[in-house]
């Protein structure tokens, strides 16, 4: 496998920097361009990297599918349980201002949670499905 | 009051969102099984009281997010929204009793959560369609009830069933996609997407050739969706290949709420005087009556009764194809009564079907000759929904018809009252053949210790049989919604 060699060198010095990058897009959608849906992609992406240099097998050691499909179920019940805690505070289904302080700070936390919730449930997802994929015809 | 009331509405959409996910990753079949059918029970209670809310106090409205109408999303319940939303969840209460058994025979024990996941987020997309105000919704919980079924039909036994799946999916994209360029149209000269809205400024440039074509692309879009005669291809297959329960789930619901979005799109957002001087009432009464007629001669040959109820059911919706196309007060309360009727029979039909099916392994005419005297409950069941698919007094299906027939009566459409007439021989025919097969032929030598379904198919199966009894003889309730529905939709066009 030593011709491998490169990639498997270049992809252990960007596997981390994808992964840092996912989160900045994550927890930075709410200043700048960004969000769940992107940061999740990212950071599925890191992983399918890993499984392509490293193996299938390996990159499953990492992130069970079981896991995966808890936290991809997850990220919807964030998303769906942060609409009801704000009805049982009182607002409407997702109005977020009724979750902190003041009004502006209950918007942030509302889009913060919920844009965390889209990022978990895409990135688990994208994970299964390659793995799905990926995974077809073996024994 | 009313706020609650809103939260009550909205929870008839979050609830089973909410609790696909956790069905999803559930480690039991049976638990998951259980959750799903404590979450159709709370959302046929929320659809009741929601129904019982309207009647006795109007229309309810709610701003998700609390972001205003029209800008944001709102939420607008009348009457024909709760009438349909409770047919939706009733049926779902009662489908998902017997999906029990009926489910572990035919799904692997380990996809049986996912099945509940994908049942539950389906039903979350048609509530959804009855419940939002806002026409990008619609667009929304369309795919997340279509996607839902793709999944949900591919699980089915035969191999067959992932052919369907990808047919039902090729089909329900164009319609989607359709529906979507609609709105996109329609979006681009009136800057708004809610309904009441849209209805007040489409007046204004309902000239502009643009909104005509937005206009054809939703309505084709929707008609895919409903399997109005001819775009009906995808819906043979699907019905015959999918696994039971999702096979009367989607039966009765499914394209109920289709025509619901339909009666939505052609009375409440588009204006009348638009809607009016396009053809779309004279074509939906040609393919009405184009798809009672050739729908039902295609039933007369199918051989697997499943095959043969989902062509009945394209008949059916041609029936309700008609209703619309008379536009008036009368028409559209038949169709909205044959909307709540057809979801009865074709409910109780299937079901006994599943119950041939779980006991026999396959419902091929030539397969159950004689079973009617081993299985005579399962078999009352099934000339119960027969006789009210045909319209025997004393049925829900003759209430529905004879609604029909007088609203036909009243504009003298001819045509319309002999092809209802004929369709209903038509059903004599290819019932008449099941009821055949059943009772009058000598009882095939394998057939003959097979025992009479279990408990907890046959009383799902009863209750909507005696269902159509009841309500084909106490009809205050029904054509009192109905008629009250119709009225709203219809009420500025006369």
């Given at each position: 496998m030593t011709h491998n060699l490169i990639p498997r060198v270049v992809s252990k010095l960007l596997i981390p920097l994808i992964i840092l990058f996912s989160l900045y897009v994550q927890f930075h959608g709410d200043f700048g361009p960004g969000g769940g849906f992107q940061a999740g992609v990212i950071f599925s992406a890191a992983i399918i990297l890993y499984a392509l240099v490293f193996g299938l097998d390996v990159a499953e050691k990492i992130i069970p599918p079981y896991i995966l499909r808890l936290i991809a179920a997850l990220g919807v019940v964030l998303y769906a349980g942060v609409g009801l805690a704000t009805q049982l505070l009182g607002?409407?289904?997702?109005?977020?201002?009724?979750?902190?302080?003041t009004q502006v700070a209950g918007q942030h936390l509302g889009i913060l949670l919920v844009e965390l919730g889209v990022g978990l449930t895409v990135a688990s997802v994208m994970l299964i499905i390659f793995f799905a994929f990926a995974g077809r015809g073996r024994p | 009051m009313m706020a609650i009331q809103g939260h009550l509405s909205l929870l008839l959409v979050v609830v089973p969102l909410i609790m696909a996910p956790i069905v999803a990753i559930l480690p039991r079949a049976r638990l998951a099984w259980f959750v799903a059918l404590l979450v159709a029970v709370v959302c046929a209670l929320l659809a009741g009281i929601q129904l019982w809310n309207i009647v006795n106090g109007g229309a309810i409205s709610y701003e998700l997010g609390g972001w205003a109408p029209p800008w944001g999303i709102e939420y607008r319940i009348d009457a024909v929204n709760a009438f349909v939303a409770l047919i939706v969840a009733g049926i779902t209460a009662l489908t998902l009793p017997y999906a029990l058994l009926s489910v572990e025979k035919e799904i692997p024990k380990q996809q049986i959560p996912f099945f509940y996941a994908l049942f539950l987020l389906c039903l979350c997309g048609l509530l959804g369609i009855t419940q939002t105000g806002d026409i990008f919704n619609v667009f929304v919980f369309l795919e997340i009830s279509a996607l839902a079924s793709y999944g949900l039909i591919s699980?089915?036994?035969?191999?067959?069933a992932l052919t369907s799946a990808y047919q039902y999916l090729i089909m329900g994209t164009i319609g989607a996609t359709f529906f979507l360029i609609g709105v996109g149209l329609i979006y681009s000269q009136t800057g708004t997407l809610n309904f009441a809205d849209l209805a007040e400024r489409l007046p204004a440039v309902f000239e502009h050739k643009t909104v005509h074509t937005g206009f054809a692309f939703i309505v084709i879009g929707v008609a895919l969706k409903l399997a109005l005669f001819p775009l009906h291809l995808w819906l043979p297959n699907a019905y015959t290949y999918a696994p039971t329960v999702v096979t009367i789930f989607l039966a009765a619901t499914a394209t109920k709420v289709a025509v619901y979005l339909m009666l939505r799109i052609l009375f409440?957002?588009?204006p009348d005087n638009f809607v009016v001087n396009t053809p779309i009432f004279d074509l939906f009464i040609i393919l009405g009556i184009a798809g009672i007629l050739i729908a039902s001669l295609y039933a007369i040959y199918q051989m697997d009764i499943k095959r043969l109820l989902a062509y009945s059911s394209v008949a059916q919706i041609g029936y309700m194809a008609l209703g619309i196309g008379l536009a008036s007060t009368a028409g559209v309360m038949a169709t909205l009564l044959h909307l709540f009727n057809h979801a009865l029979m074709k409910g109780a039909l299937f079901m006994a079907v599943g119950a041939i099916i779980y006991r026999l392994g396959s419902c091929r005419m030539d397969n159950i000759n004689g079973l009617g005297r081993v299985m005579p409950w399962t078999f009352g069941a099934v000339i119960i929904g027969g006789l009210s698919l045909v319209g025997?007094?004393?049925?829900?299906g003759f209430v529905s018809k004879w609604y029909l027939i007088l609203a036909a009566l009243e504009q003298q459409a001819w045509i319309s009252v002999a092809v209802i007439l004929v369709g209903s021989l038509l059903a004599v025919v290819y019932v008449g053949k099941i009821i055949e097969a059943l009772y009058f032929k000598a009882a095939l030598e394998a057939n003959k210790s097979i025992k009479e379904a279990p408990l907890l198919l046959l009383l799902p199966t009863w209750t909507l049989a005696l269902a159509n009894i009841y309500f084909g003889l106490n009809t205050e309730l029904t054509v009192g919604v109905a008629t009250s529905a119709a009225q709203l939709l219809i009420g500025t066009i006369e």
């Open positions: 607002g409407r289904y997702l109005e977020y201002g009724v979750l902190g302080e | 699980l089915g036994r035969h191999r067959q409440t957002i588009f025997i007094p004393g049925t829900a």
